[in-house]
């Protein structure tokens, strides 16, 4: 319990449902000052109600919100401290860059040389300079993201939500947006949650990712953890873009596995290797053919079929090239193992370190 | 094939009939309108139109428009704003209801007002000992006038909310922004132009409002006559310069309220435009 009270923000066993549906299913976590924490899940798995219901425009059916060690069940929206960047930004339409940065200062009624002090900080921070007497519908997706975050910043809160920060922005820009953001509330120090669906935004931007699915919370880690020792079979299946083994005792490395688990293998920890080739592992190397080679710019992606399963995995540029319906040798580091409903095992290929023939 | 072949004919054909169709139905009865109300001349026409009854049923129409349009603006914004800002149960029944007076035909509404208020109903004795009178007065013409308008001016901005979405107002109340600032710095800006046009095609109707009016106005010279009573009244009596003297004035007040709503449809649509680039 001691550690509990070094959050910053703590729910606690909190639920809510929708008619008869369950979009939040015992939630409970607490993040600590000045972290970036990442709400990762797929659509609809509950995401944006842990927002609002941390925000105040919703309510949990059950179970407390801590703010700063006060419960705020009961305190409003408005009164709570927070930031919020909607998915869509819901900027005002009929106002100017300006009018919506100082809207939150000029409801509370703050001195007029004041709010313009504020406003023209943040059009600074931003980066917005010039654009002041713009209508939204005049501004780019990047600029009216950071009108947004200007906007939320404003009154100073002590917390910061974003639902889908880059969801409405190019792929182009995104990437730069990215750096930008993680940057800016570094800079800034607040606390600050997203929302994403997307696992390169969380692992990038996050300082600590809570996994959403169904309403309910899978896990909760650094992205390195989240990433390499998955707990649940849906972290295992959700992180990496991993292919489903249902046989996996049929494999070479991992006969010693129960035949009914089930596993999942990420692109990269398959090697593929040509007959040519010699590989690290040659006792243990299963036979192959490739089916489809795709050209994925900084590398290629194999999809590769192997005791009945496709397996995708990666090979460099400039590694000799692998044909479709070429026969290769397809080995096999590690697998994320489970039954359905127990904890995932991460599992080494039994050869690995016995056969060490080529390990550079 | 066949048809993009006999377009041009096609086309022509129907803007033909169009044109004929409105020249015989609204054109030709409006000019046949002014020229018999000038027929005998400017100075029997503004004798019509300054008589004591004839100004005292224009300032009664005027009266019954700016109380009607007042009270139905009020109310098609509260009414818009519950059904697309809440969800409550029977709310589907209430938009329905709200577009009722659209079905009714006004001569029910006149109708369901007498029953309501008139001698036999329950509330009459009430009514009676508070010295309200609405039946055959005033009042029960504007009750009149009001029910039959107002659905023009939510129906006017019910889908424009609706379009709208919520996401403005709760970033605007998430930042401590009170109910009415929200809907004078967010809403009001947004359906602007919906509202005027409604407000605009309320007038026009309120104006020339006459089955509902005619039952409960009880149709007392110079007290309770708006302008068509009284231009009905001039026609039953073989007043035809008079009769068209005062629609002149009706038909006038109805062209402004059309190149006002033609300014307002043109407006609206370019600040649309400009919200949604
Ligand atoms: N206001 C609401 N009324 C009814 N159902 C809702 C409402 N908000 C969300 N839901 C439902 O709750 C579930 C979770 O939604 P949400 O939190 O928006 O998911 P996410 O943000 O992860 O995509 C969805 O199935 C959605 O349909
Ligand atoms: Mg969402």
């Not at chain 1, 995401?47 to 009961?74: H, P, Y």
């Not at chain 2, 009284?230 to 062209?255: C, K, N, P, R």
């Amino acid at each position: 319990m001691a550690g509990e009270t070094e959050n910053y923000v703590e729910l606690r066993h909190i639920n809510k449902t929708f008619k008869n549906y369950k979009a939040s299913d015992d939630i409970h976590f607490g993040i600590e000052k000045g972290k970036l924490v990442g709400l990762l899940g797929p659509s609809g798995s509950g995401k944006t109600t842990i927002l609002r219901m941390i925000a105040g425009l919703e309510t949990a059916d059950s179970g407390d919100i801590v703010i700063d060690g006060r419960v705020v069940n009961d305190v409003a929206a408005s009164k709570r401290g927070i930031g919020f960047v909607f998915q869509n930004y819901a900027l005002f339409r009929y106002m100017t860059v300006y009018d919506n940065i100082a809207f939150g200062l000029t409801v509370n009624k703050c001195k007029k040389s004041d709010i313009k002090k504020r406003v023209e900080e943040l059009i600074e921070l931003v980066d917005l300079k010039g654009l002041e007497r713009r209508y939204p519908s005049q501004l780019s997706g990047g600029q009216r993201q950071r009108v947004a975050f200007a906007r939320a910043l404003a009154p100073n809160p002590e917390l910061l939500l974003l639902d889908e920060p880059f969801a409405a922005i190019d792929a182009k820009v995104r990437q730069e947006l990215r750096s930008w953001l993680r940057e800016m509330i570094t800079r800034v120090g607040i606390t600050s949650i997203f929302v994403t669906h997307d696992q390169d935004e969380a692992i990038e931007v996050a300082d600590e990712i809570i996994i959403t699915n169904r309403g309910r919370i899978e896990q909760i880690g650094s992205p390195g953890d989240i990433y390499s020792a998955p707990k649940t079979a849906f972290v295992a299946e959700f992180m990496g873009s991993p292919t489903r083994i249902s046989n996996i005792s049929e494999f070479k490395g991992y006969e010693q596995l129960d035949r009914t688990i089930h596993a999942v293998v990420r692109p990269e920890n398959v090697s593929v290797t040509k007959k040519t080739e010699k590989s690290r592992y040659p006792a243990s190397v299963e036979h192959g053919i490739v089916e489809r080679v795709l050209f994925r710019g900084r590398e290629l992606e194999l999809a590769v079929r192997v005791h009945g399963v496709l397996l995708t995995a990666n090979r460099r540029l400039e590694e000799a090239r692998i044909a479709e319906g070429e026969a290769v040798d397809v080995f096999i580091y590690r697998v994320y193992a489970f039954h359905e409903n127990e904890e995932v095992q991460i599992v080494d290929n039994a050869n690995v370190g016995t056969e060490n023939l080529f390990y550079i | 094939m066949e048809i993009r072949k006999n377009s041009g004919v096609l086309k022509w054909a129907l803007i033909g009939i169009s044109a004929v169709f409105l020249t015989v139905m609204l054109i030709l009865p409006l000019i046949y309108v002014m020229y018999t109300a000038f027929e005998e001349g400017i100075g029997v026409f503004l004798a019509a139109v300054t008589d004591e009854y004839a100004l005292k049923a224009i300032g009664l129409t005027v009266r019954v428009t700016v109380l009607t349009v007042i009270i139905n603006t009020v109310f098609g914004i509260f009414a818009s704003w519950c059904i697309t800002r809440f969800s409550f149960p029977g709310k589907k029944v209430i938009s329905a209801l709200i577009d009722l007076p659209l079905t009714v035909s006004p001569i029910i509404a006149g109708l369901i007002y007498v029953l309501t208020f008139g001698r036999q109903s329950i509330l009459y004795p009430y009514l009676q000992g508070a010295g309200i009178k609405i039946i055959f007065a005033v009042p029960g013409i504007v009750l009149a006038t009001i029910f039959v308008t107002f659905p023009f001016i939510s129906r006017e901005i019910i889908p424009v909310l609706n379009a709208q979405g919520t996401d403005e107002e709760e970033a605007a109340a998430l930042m401590g922004a009170g109910g009415f600032t929200i809907f004078r710095r967010i809403t009001l800006p947004h359906i602007k132009w919906a509202l005027l046009y409604g407000i605009v095609l309320c007038t026009a109707r309120a104006m020339g409002e006459f089955g509902a009016v005619s039952v409960l106005s009880g149709h007392l010279r110079g007290k309770t006559n708006t302008m068509p009573l009284y231009i009905e009244l001039l026609y039953q009596g073989y007043d035809f310069t008079g009769a068209f003297a005062v629609s002149a004035i009706l038909v006038l007040m109805a062209v402004v309220i059309l190149v006002l709503r033609s300014v307002l449809e043109y407006k609206g649509a370019k600040s649309g435009e400009q919200a949604h680039k």
